[in-house]
């Protein structure tokens, strides 16, 4: 497991929408499962979970044509087809891209928080494994890569706070914009 601390937000700063964790690695094996959680991480050192996202590495080819990026390239939502003849292995001591979908999300981090993200290699109570790739990463060494070539990073969605009304829950409320 690693995880990955950012520094102090600022100011109250707002997350809406998709993420995407891109993670250059090796592997020791012909498959890789890797798990991205995403925290908000207290200044008393408390945290609380905002999402998570996950990949098997053999099939993480994408459909560009339906996949979103942000100005500068960078993808925000992929499109994995998640098929058979989609699958590829991962080649032994190669670097790879993993392009990890992290679900949708809206959430107030505070000034001060800072936001964490954790690449673990399962998540036993979400995903498991096709019976016939469930021996391919078993036992694999994962080398994240943090090299001017293969910089892994994660991308987010942000919006101003001031952009969002306060709505009680038994009222009608519509999202406003003051642009």
Known sequence: MQTYTTAP????TTLAGSMAAQIYLTSTRPDTQLVATLDDLAPNGSS????SGALLGSLRALDRTRS????????????HPYTQASGTPVP??????DQIEIF????????????RLTLSTSD????APMPSQLLNPIGGIYMVQRT???????????ASPSTFTACR???SCALTSRR
């Open 9 to 12: 937000f600022k100011q109250d």
């Open 104 to 115: 949708p999300t809206f959430a107030r981090i505070a000034a001060g928080h800072r936001l």
């Open 48 to 51: 609380n979970p905002i999402t």
């Open 169 to 171: 829950p038994d009222a």
């Open 148 to 158: 001017a070539s293969a910089s892994s990073y994660l991308e987010v969605e942000q």
């Open 68 to 79: 979103w990026t942000v100005p500068g390239g960078q993808t925000i939502f992929q499109y």
């Open 124 to 127: 036993a109570r979400h995903l």
């Open 92 to 97: 032994i001591s190669k670097v790879v891209s």
